[in-house]
Nanobody
């Protein structure tokens, strides 16, 4: 059973940084991503990381500011999202997602079978 647990959200001023974590169990980590959803808006893909080469893909709105990575330590897999130069438009609930459904579109919600519960990020000006 795949389980995803996010942490690291919070409130910051514009220009600040946060690092989100997603603890992954029951999955090797071959195809994972971060999404976000602001009130009244659709869930949007932020960043994807895929095996075997750790290829990454980012939404245009976060390129150069956000970095996705993953690490396996002591048998535990964790995915991260380092967020720098945060803007109020980055506010929302951030979700980690894993396991491809086979649709092959890295930043589409339809491409993922499992989701975490979400963590809130609030950026104020």
């Amino acid at each position: 059973q795949v389980q995803l647990v996010e942490s690291g959200g919070g409130s910051v001023l514009a220009g600040g940084s946060l690092r989100l974590s997603c603890e992954v169990s029951g999955y090797a980590g071959n195809f994972m991503a971060w999404f976000r959803q602001a009130p009244g808006k659709e869930r949007e893909g932020v960043a994807n990381i895929a095996a075997p080469l750790g290829r990454t893909e980012y939404a245009d709105s976060v390129k150069g500011r956000f970095t996705i990575s993953k690490e396996r330590s002591q048998g535990r897999l964790t995915m991260y999202l380092q967020m720098n130069s945060l803007e109020p438009e980055d506010s929302g609930v951030y979700y980690c997602a894993a396991v491809t459904t086979g649709s092959g579109v890295p930043l589409s919600p339809d491409s993922y079978a499992y989701w975490g519960q979400g963590t809130q990020v609030t950026v104020s000006s």
